[in-house]
C-alpha cells in the first residue's frame, strides 16, 4: 500500500512544478518562425523580464540551461588571461568559477565554505589582493547550500575600495523568488534560467547587462559567434535574438509565465516566497529541539527564500526522501556537494525547495509528510513543528 498515488508534488530545487497555464500555453502545433503571432510576441518578453530583473538595461536570451548561462556571460565578459573574483557560497559558486577557469581566466576564489553567507571583511581582502580583476562573481542564493548574499553590499564594498571590476551575481535560484534589483543594486551582469522561479521547462538561458558591462567588454576575446550578448540585444530581425530557430513552445509556456508573476505582482511573489519559507523554517526549529534535524544556515537574514538545504545524521537525509517520494507523492531535492568526512555521500542532508508556482497548502503539506516521514522511519526530532509552520503563515 503507497499513499502517493495523487498529484505528485516535486519540490526540489529546479526543475520547479510547471503550473497548468503555462504548459497549456504551451500544447499547441509549431508555430511559423518568420512571421505572426510569436514574433509579436517577444519583444513584451524581454521588456517583462527585465521589469522581473527590476532592471532597465540590456538582455540576450539563449537556448541552453543555468550551465550555458554561466559560459555566456564568462566569454563575454573576460579576456584570456583576466583575473575573477569569486566569492564562494557553496558548489554553485564553484562551478561557475570552474567555467571560467576552462576558459582560461585565472580565478581568485575565496570560498566561504559550506554553511555561511559572505562574509564582507574577508571579501575586502579579496578585492583589495586583486585591484585589477576584471569582475567579482557571486551567487545570490547557493542553491546547495541555501546560502543568500547580499548583492548591494558587496557592490558598495566595491564603490567604496574604488574597485573598476564588474558584478556578476548568479540568480538562477533566485530570480521570481528572492528580492533581487539589477540597477539600484549595481549589478553589471546577472544570470537567469527558465526552470526555477520562472516556472518554464528547462532550456532557456538570461544574461542581463548593464551599460557598463556592454562597453566595458567589447574587447573580450574569449567570445564565439553563438554566445556573443551584442546581437541577440540589439537584435532587429526575430532570427537574430537566437542564432538560429527560436525555442518556440518555451516562449509560449514563458510569456504565460511572466503573466502570472505580472498578475500577481513581483513584490507580492517575493512576499509569499519569504512567507513561505518562514514556515519552513519554523518547523525546522521545533523539529531540531530534539534529535539531529538542523538547518544548513544558521541565521534566518542569510538563508535563502526558494530553498532550504537541511541534515540530520547517517544516511537519515536519504531515507526521508525515499519514504516521503516512494509512500507520500513529495519528492525533496537530493544534498548538493555537501559531503563531509563522516558522511562521504553526503546521505544525512537534503534539501526542500519552496521555488515558484507554490503555495501555502504545497508547503505546509511537504512539511506535514516529512514530519509523518520521520514518525514512520524512527527518525527523532521535536514535535510541535505542523503547530508552529502554521503559525508562521496564519
Ligand atoms: C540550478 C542552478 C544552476 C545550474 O542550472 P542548470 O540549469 O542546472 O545548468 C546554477 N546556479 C544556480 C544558483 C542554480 O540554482
Redesign the pocket.
Known amino acids: 500500500m503507497t499513499l502517493a498515488n495523487g498529484r505528485p508534488y516535486l519540490a526540489i ?2 526543475p520547479s512544478v510547471m503550473p497548468d497555464r503555462v504548459l497549456a500555453a504551451m500544447h499547441r502545433a509549431a508555430p511559423n518562425i518568420y512571421e505572426g503571432d510569436l514574433i509579436d510576441m517577444v519583444g513584451s518578453l524581454r521588456a517583462d523580464l527585465k521589469a522581473v530583473a527590476c532592471s532597465t538595461q540590456n538582455l540576450a536570451i539563449y537556448i541552453g ?4 548561462t ?1 559560459e555566456a556571460a564568462n566569454s563575454n565578459v573576460f579576456r584570456r588571461g583576466d583575473t575573477a573574483i569569486v566569492l564562494a557560497t557553496g558548489r ?1 559558486g564553484h ?2 568559477a570552474e567555467n571560467a577557469r576552462l576558459l582560461g581566466v585565472d580565478t581568485a576564489i575565496t570560498d566561504f565554505g559550506k554553511a555561511a553567507p559572505i562574509d564582507l571583511e574577508r571579501a575586502e581582502a579579496a578585492l583589495r589582493a586583486h585591484p585589477d580583476a576584471r569582475a567579482v562573481m557571486v ?1 545570490h ?3 546547495a547550500t541555501s546560502a543568500r548574499n547580499d548583492v548591494a553590499a558587496v557592490r558598495r564594498l566595491m564603490d567604496d575600495l574604488g574597485h573598476p571590476g564588474l558584478l556578476m551575481v ?1 540568480c ?2 533566485s530570480l521570481g523568488c528572492d528580492e533581487f534589483r539589477f540597477d539600484a543594486w549595481g549589478a553589471d551582469v546577472m544570470i537567469a ?1 527558465s ?2 522561479g520562472l516556472m518554464t521547462p ?1 532550456g532557456l538561458g538570461f544574461v542581463f547587462f548593464s551599460d557598463k558591462a556592454l562597453e566595458a567588454c567589447k574587447g573580450s576575446d574569449l567570445r564565439t559567434p553563438y554566445w556573443d550578448w551584442t546581437p541577440r540585444n540589439a537584435a532587429q530581425w526575430f532570427y537574430e535574438n537566437w542564432y538560429g530557430t527560436a525555442p518556440t513552445h518555451h516562449l509560449f509556456g514563458l510569456r504565460e509565465a511572466l503573466d502570472m508573476i505580472h498578475e500577481e505582482g513581483i513584490e507580492a511573489v517575493w512576499d509569499r516566497h519569504s512567507r513561505l519559507a518562514s514556515a519552513v523554517w519554523a518547523a525546522a526549529e521545533a523539529w531540531g529541539r530534539e534529535g539531529a534535524f538542523r538547518l544548513n544556515i544558521a541565521d534566518p537574514q542569510h538563508r535563502g527564500h526558494s530553498v532550504t538545504a537541511a541534515r540530520l545524521s547517517g544516511e537519515d537525509g536519504t531515507r526521508l526522501r525515499r519514504w516521503t517520494e516512494h509512500q507520500a507523492g513529495v519528492t525533496l531535492g537530493i544534498g548538493l556537494g555537501m559531503a563531509e568526512l563522516d558522511d562521504p555521500a553526503g546521505h544525512a542532508f537534503f534539501r526542500i525547495a519552496h521555488m515558484g508556482h507554490v503555495n501555502a497548502h504545497m508547503t505546509l503539506g511537504a512539511l506535514a509528510v516529512m514530519d509523518a516521514g520521520m514518525k514512520a522511519l524512527g527518525i527523532a526530532h521535536g514535535s510541535g513543528a505542523l503547530d508552529a509552520a502554521a503559525r508562521a503563515l496564519a
Do not use: E
Open positions: 530545487p529546479g540551461n543555468g550551465h550555458a554561466w554553485f562551478g561557475w551567487t542564493v547557493d542553491t548568479d538562477i535560484a534560467a526552470q526555477k528547462p
